[in-house]
């Protein structure tokens, strides 16, 4: 029989083994995708995969030489934060109003609102490459802004709404009572007091739309096409080069993974929905 | 000036009436202390003043302009809350100092306001805290704080002692005593403690079920209730009641006959009561004496004593198999069991008559 302390300390050693198990499988991938960026071609195709090989840089010269990574990137940039700004624009004043002036609708509104990303986009491409080239936003980021901000609203509000409705109304009672207008209530006092939740919204959707190919695939062709259009450029017409590929995909999530990793206390603070004080 | 006047106030959540026509005149200075039982719309009032919640009909007026459709933030009125509701995010200084920079207040002034209102809450070491830093009496203070720097024409207090442990609500209703008398402000306190109602208002105003019941001084209610709820509502022990008929009526004076058998006679002038008339006699347990059972018609038995030191109150069951509650001394020694005769003092008992209102006395002996 083991003792309580010895059977706690082997919880705590299997979950951490558990955890590191999970953290390895979901980060292989992208380690796999580093390393191959770094071999040649032929390394890359090489059966049974090299875990040593002598690293090159070659693809990255090639990329560079072929495509202007930096036009990709800008307009990834431009899109994600374009949609993100845009977006909580959007939210807060919404999430606000359904958290702190609920009536009978307000979750058949919030379902409803998150129903939206159950239908798969496919379903609604036709229509809306349609009405994108008729009123000309084809190839544009603006265009891309909005699909963005449309398709990651109802996760933005929903997830504002979950941290608002943490927040004692009298608060911001308190603070209409002591004479503040509605934009500085919102301003002053539920902004601040919500700051973590918020921040990690914002982050989720800078990655999603940072992320997203779906829909920057069908609408874009060269103009406004962001990091993931470029990655994708790679795959088609001469086959597959793995090495290539690797080393754009690379460059595009780069950006992205460095601005996760900075902020990660935030996200995963305001991912645990609060629970984590 | 301050004057709040509330004219056939009523509201509704969905269909539910809360409020049910609601009449007050709150006077310039004046303490009002709103009392009743849980849910009956203490607290639905009070935010309907603050404009916190928009009312179905009815008028609210200060200083006879009317505020009933102005926002909160316009009617100049602060709110401290039974949560205190602090804003976390900022010190205790810009707590206090967030209502006067909202008004675009100069520096100097709100420094100085905020620092007089501080020494009077003894709050000067705390100025730069979080509210998370403090204690439940300290963010009480807080929120009072925040509440005085504004110089607002009415103070509404919702429960705000209630999350204070029994010691620090005796020293905090000290305060607000003090306070109310420094600031000569109209404040408007809910509360279901009696004990803050009985001390701090000079004017109670009795909800039940979105109704006044009564309105009046401390002391008027508690001699003269309107009718058996307000009786049994004010006073610690409860007033006990004893169900009986009328047998007898003169001009003056009333006789009932209660369960047990045990007449009384009661001063009393009433049109209304008939001989055989259902009412019911309240009495409060510093009005009855213990005797000899053979001094007294009503008998009973001694059920539990609580011994409180300075008194003991007594549970005596009558033959009647009525409760009655008896203050006795502090060194009144009684057994479980004992048989005892009670003496009513007649002119302090109430007569409530089948409705529930209480029956006048004969006018020379109103209080
Ligand atoms: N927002 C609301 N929606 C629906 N009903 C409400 C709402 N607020 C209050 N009520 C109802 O109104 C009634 C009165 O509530 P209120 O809070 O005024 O009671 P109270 O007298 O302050 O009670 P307590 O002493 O428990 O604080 C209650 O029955 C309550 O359920
Ligand atoms: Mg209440």
Known sequence: MLSLKQRRSLNTLLMGVLAWGVALAIFFPIFWMLLTSFKTEIDAFATPPQLFFSPTLENYTLVNERSDYLHFAWNSVVVSFGSTIIGMMLAVPAAYSMAFFETKRTKGTLLWMLSTKMLPPVGVLVPIYLLFKDTGLLDTKTGLVIIYTLINLPIMIWMAYTYFKEIPKEVLEAARMDGSTLFQEIWRVLLPMSKGGLAATVLLSLILSWNEAFWSLNLTASEAAPLTALIASYSSPEGLFWAKLSAVSTLACAPILIFGWISQKQLVRGLSFGAVK | ?????????????????????????????????????????????????????????????????????????????????????????????????????????????????????????ELEPLLERKPKELSGGQRQRVAIGRAIVRQPKVFLFDEPLSNLDAALRVQMRLELARLHHDLNATMIYVTHDQVEAMTLADKVVVLNQGRIEQVGTPLEL??????????????????????????????????????????????????????????????????????????????????????????????????????????????????????????????????????????????????
């Open chain 2, 222 to 367: 508690y001699r003269n209730p309107a009718n058996r709820f307000v009786a049994g509502f004010l006073g610690m022990p409860k007033m006990s009641f004893l169900p009986g008929n009328v047998t007898a009526i003169d001009a003056s004076s009333v006789t009932v006959e209660l369960t047990s058998g045990a007449s009384v006679t009661l001063p009393a002038a009433s049109e209304h009561l008939r001989k055989g008339s259902a009412v019911t006699v309240g009495v409060r347990p510093e009005n009855i004496d213990v005797v000899e059972p053979s001094e007294s018609s009503l008998t009973g038995y001694m059920d539990i004593a609580e011994s409180l030191g300075s008194d003991t109150y007594c549970y005596v069951k009558t033959d009647g198999q009525e409760t009655l509650t008896v203050r006795m001394p502090g060194n009144f020694a009684c057994n479980y069991g004992d048989r005892i005769g009670l003496r009513l003092h007649v002119d302090e008992c109430h007569l409530f008559d089948e409705q529930g209102n209480a029956v006048q006395k004969p006018s020379r002996m109103a209080a």
């Open chain 2, 1 to 121: 000036m301050a004057n709040l006047t509330i004219k056939n106030l009523k509201k509704s959540f969905g269909d539910i009436e809360i409020l049910k026509g609601i009449d007050l005149e709150i006077k310039d200075n004046e303490f009002v202390v709103f009392v009743g039982p849980s849910g009956c719309g203490k607290s639905t009032l009070l935010r309907s003043i603050a404009g916190l919640e928009d009312v179905t009909s009815g008028h609210i007026m200060l200083d006879h302009k009317e505020i009933t459709d102005l926002a909160p933030a316009k009617r100049d009125l602060a709110m401290v809350f039974q949560s205190y509701a602090l804003y976390p995010h900022m010190s205790v200084r810009k707590n206090m100092s967030f209502a006067l920079e909202l008004a675009k207040e100069n520096k100097e002034v709100i420094s100085t306001k905020v620092s007089e209102a501080a020494r009077i809450l």
